[in-house]
Each structure stands twice: as C-alpha cells, then as structure tokens.
C-alpha cells in the first residue's frame, strides 16, 4: 500500500495513556482569518519532518474539521455538533486562531472548547530562538513552561450585567445575608476554584517537570488578597504534592538548608510566588524559574508577557489538554485584515504542531521541526514582522517560510 492510499487508525486513551499507530488520524481546524494561510504553511512542515524522522514508516492522516466563520457559513454553527464528536473520537487535534462570535451567543469558541472536553490544563512552553527580535538583553534566560487551570476562575463565564434582574438579586443576598459592601447596580461576576480543579492542574505540572527534567514547580497566586481561593489553590497544591509525590519534592527551604541550592536528581523544588511579584522575577531572574502552575487568569496574562519578550506570540506555541483529549492551538489570534495574503508568520502553529509531534511520542519529528524552524530564522529570510525588526532580514511570505523551514531539515 502506498503512503497516500493508507486510510488511518484512531489514537486511543487507555489507562492514562495514548497509544499512537504508525497512521493516526488527527484533527485539524484550519481556523479564521489567517487560518488556512498558517495551517497550509503548519501542515507542510508537519508532514516532511514526520517523512524524513521515520523515513516514509509514519504519517498523519489528516482529517479537516469545521469550526468558526466558515462552519457558521455552512451549518448554521459556529462549533458544529459533528465537529465535537469527531474530535471525541481523534483525541487529538491541532487548530488554527478562531474568531469569537459577535452580538451574542457562545464568548468565545476556544473557551467553549475547553469546556466541553474538560481541556483543564493550558500548557505554554515558552523560550527563546536564536535570531528572533525581542526587547530583552539577555532573551535566552527564560525557558519556562506555563501550566494554566483552564475551566476556572474568572473564565467560567459566570457573571451578570449591571442592572439585570440576576445582578441585582445576587447583590442584594450579598448584602443582606453576607453582610457584602456591594453597590446596588453593580455587574457582578463569581471567581469559583476548586479542589479537584486545582490540584489536578498542579499534579499534571508535577509529572510534566519530573517526567522532563525540569527542576522545580512555582504556584503563581495573588492569594495574599484573595486567600480562599488564590490562596487556596496555592495550599491545595502543597497539600496534593506532600500526598502524592513526597518522595519527589522538596522544599524552597530544604533546597538552600539541605543541598546548597543545588536540586538533587530526581526530585523538583515546589515553591510559590504573589502574581505580580511574579512579573518583575520573570524579567529580572527568568533564569531561575521552570514550570509555572497559574489559576486562569494569571496563567493568561503570564504567557504573553513571557512570549513577549521572547519575540512575541508570532513563535508562541500552546496546548489545551484534558483526560484523554488534547487541542494543539496557535496562540494568537485571526488577523483578518492579513487573511488570504500569504503573509503572517505560521511559526506558532508550527511550534505547537511540534509539541503535538512530542505528545505523541513522535519526538524526533518534533526535534526536526523545532531544529529546521531555528535554522530558518537564522538564514534571515522571515515573515514581515520578523523581518521589519531583524537587521538585514528579508520579507518572504508564509507559504515561502515554511519551504525554507522544510529546506532546513535537508
């Protein structure tokens, strides 16, 4: 049978683990706006690394997913029922930026993604490639990889406008049975963080940092404000970890008390950090953090600050995984003035396709894409927002800068 008659096998889930065949059948949802331009440039770079690592033994069968403005178009959906199911059925997926509805109905698709499959886990490895402009001195510190709670916190979407009968009934039980100093009229919206949410986000970024290398968990937390549930999360962790994992984990304390600072092999340093303390540490000593465990919002907020100085979520890659179910996602968003131009740089799909390519144990593909994309840089032939700030940088487009990443791997 040739490579281009092979039909595919599912992934399956068992047990806690993917088994992966020589040709699964992956999802993939080109997106809005840039989408297709970023997926078509991401797609190309995915199959060659995967042809040249297993020398023709192993390739994605692709399977197109509709979602977005063009599903809308289509079904009168902007995340079709069909779509959900099939992914169901896939495991895993990988997606291009999609728009969020206008004038009401779902907030947002990724979010509603994410509630649907249960997609707890945001991962954000986020570190520097050489060539890449950027506003830092020294770039090449910060190597961290962001585990943001993605079903909680402010994101869970429960709030009320100003005024509404739902607003002004939850404020006046505030009042009156709470004792809240609550202004009649207020919007109001509930920050719900649990237990389960919470340690299960922070065990899964444990088991990422023992199972990598990495050397030590920080919980980012602005629990000195908000101590029953930023707090909490941060005391959930700690208790989860001492349960679970006391033979892997030390201390902040016993890493200086005990071993000189100097984290001995096989365990991991668990500490915590205020949020906003946080974001003057990663600028001023990024080299001395790893694996970050964030709630929602602060999660949020610290990828883009991270991918910033970096060079930008134009490199930013990112994952939203569950309990047998992963989307691999660009982290930006649809660029619609840029659609169709063959323009934008596909270099976060592309990032992210390689953390797929490793989540499937296919790590050599993902080595080689991750190789062939620092190399492409280096030649100094990039996309225009690449190029404008490199010095002696030439413009090429999406499409061009993904045969040039495909070159690489030559």
């Not at 840029?338 to 390519?357: E, F, Q």
Request: with cysteine; hydrophobic share 40%; glycine share 10%.
């Amino acid at each position: 049978m040739t490579v281009e008659n092979i039909q595919g096998e599912y992934i399956t889930f068992t047990d806690g683990k993917y088994e992966v065949p020589d040709h699964p059948l992956v999802g993939a949802l080109a997106g809005d706006g840039i989408g297709p331009d970023i997926w078509s440039a991401t797609r190309m770079v995915l199959d060659a690394a995967v042809a040249k690592a297993y020398a023709g033994q192993r390739k994605i069968c692709w399977q197109p997913l509709a979602a977005g403005e063009a599903a809308f178009k289509e079904t009168g959906s902007y995340l079709p029922e069909a779509t959900l199911e099939t992914i169901e059925k896939l495991k895993i997926a990988i997606k291009g930026p999609l728009s969020t509805p206008t004038g009401g109905g779902i907030r947002s698709l990724n979010v509603a993604l994410r509630h649907h499959f249960d997609l707890f886990a945001c991962i954000r490895p986020v570190r520097y490639y050489q060539g890449v402009p950027n506003p830092m001195k020294r770039p090449g510190d910060l190597d961290v990889v962001i585990f943001r709670e993605n079903t909680e916190d402010v994101y869970a979407g429960l709030e009320w406008a100003a005024g509404s009968d739902e607003a002004e009934e939850l404020g006046a039980y505030l009042r009156d049975k709470l004792q809240a100093k609550v202004r009649p009229g207020s919007a109001l919206g509930i920050k719900p963080m649990s237990p389960e949410g919470s340690k299960r986000l922070i065990r899964s970024a444990i088991q990422y940092a023992l199972d990598n290398g990495r050397k030590m968990v920080t919980m980012v937390h602005k629990g000195n404000i908000m101590k029953f549930t930023e707090g909490a999360f941060c005391q959930w962790g700690y208790d989860m970890a001492k349960a679970e994992f006391s033979n892997q984990i030390i201390s902040e304390a016993d890493l200086w008390d005990k071993y000189q600072g100097e984290c001995p092999a096989g365990k991991i340093v668990l500490n915590d950090r205020i949020a906003d303390a946080m974001f003057q540490q990663l600028l001023l000593r990024p080299s001395e953090y790893d694996v970050l465990a964030t709630p929602n919002l602060n999660g949020d907020y610290l990828s883009d600050a991270c991918a910033a100085q970096v060079g930008g979520l134009g490199i930013a890659p990112g994952a939203n995984v569950g309990n047998g179910i992963a989307i691999f996602e660009a982290t930006h968003g649809t660029a619609p003035k840029y659609a169709g131009l063959d323009k934008v740089n596909p270099g976060s799909l592309i990032l992210s396709g390689k953390m797929m390519l490793d989540f499937m144990g296919w790590n050599e593909a993902g080595t080689l894409v991750e190789k062939a994309l620092q190399a492409a840089i280096l030649g100094r032939k990039v996309t225009y927002d690449l190029a404008r700030q490199m010095e002696g940088g030439e413009e090429v487009s999406c499409s061009s800068f993904g045969k040039l990443i495909v070159a690489a791997m030559e």
